[in-house]
Structure formats: C-alpha cells, structure tokens
C-alpha cells in the first residue's frame, strides 16, 4: 500500500481537518469527555452522531461506488476477527484509560494543539502501554493480529 503525492497530501488535510473538528467540538478537552462519560453533559453524544452519521454516508457510498479505496485502490472489505481475550482485555484497558483520562488518543494528539501539555504524560502511558502489550504478547507466542488480518 503505497500513497502518491497527492493521496499523502489528501491524508495530511484530513488529519488536520479531524483535529480541527476534536478542537472545535470540544472532545480534545478532558474535563468535557469527563462530565460526558458521568452522564452530567450529553453534548458530545451529538457530536459522536453526527460523526456517526457522515462515517456511514461515506462508507455506504465508497462501497457501491466500486469497492476500492480511493487512495490505497485495495477493496473494501470486512475483517474477520474472532472475539477473543486480546479483544476483550483491550477494549477493557481502552476503556478504563479512557475513563481515567479523558481522552482518546486521537483526541490526545488535538489537545496538544489546544495547548494541553500535561497530556504528554497520557501519551506516554499509551505508547508505554502498547510497547508492553507487544512484549507480553510476544512472550506468550501470540501472533500480531495486524500482520494476519484474516
């Protein structure tokens, strides 16, 4: 999967038009994701579906619209992935990190835009995170599920 020019360019924009979109919405702020996970403000439950929304516009219209990938040309397809415990313990570590601290780390990476510089340490916890979940895997025998996509 190679990109051109062009297509690194078109994923640069997107990037920087998503981040823009966590800025604006005010998912890039931890205490906002906070009081949303506490149930006290619902107001990113619309913006969620309103991404929810465009996603499956695109998805259903990218799919009938020849089934490739407009910069990669590979063909859409499901992933099949059996529900096992390395799903289950990750969601379960996704979640609670999430819990913790607010953020995701898409949105980790806009709080920085918004000038948020302790979340440095969130990411770290996520890099540290996921060199630790390579290292344990590893040394069971697993198999990188990103490798084996079937």
């Not at 038009?17 to 149930?39: C, D, H, K, T």
């Not at 439950?45 to 219209?61: D, E, P, S």
């Not at 379960?92 to 340490?121: E, M, Q, T």
Request: proline share 3%.
């Amino acid at each position: 999967m190679s990109l051109d020019n062009r297509g690194t360019a078109l994923v640069l924009v997107g990037g920087i038009l998503f981040g823009f979109g966590l800025g604006y919405s005010r998912m890039a702020e931890p205490e906002i994701v906070l009081a949303f996970l506490q149930l006290t403000d619902f107001g990113l439950l619309f913006v969620m579906g309103g991404a929810v929304m465009v996603t499956a516009t695109v998805f259903a219209i990218a799919t009938r619209r020849g089934g490739r990938a407009p910069l990669t040309g590979e063909l859409y397809a499901m992933r099949h992935k059996s529900f096992d415990n390395n799903v289950l313990f990750g969601g379960a570590i996704f979640g609670v990190g999430w819990g913790l601290s607010g953020i995701c780390p898409g949105a980790a990476y806009a709080s920085l835009g918004l000038g948020n510089y302790l979340i440095l340490y969130g990411i770290g916890g996520m890099f540290l995170g996921a060199y630790v979940q390579g290292l344990a895997r590893s040394y069971v025998g697993g198999t990188d599920a990103a490798a084996d996509p079937s």
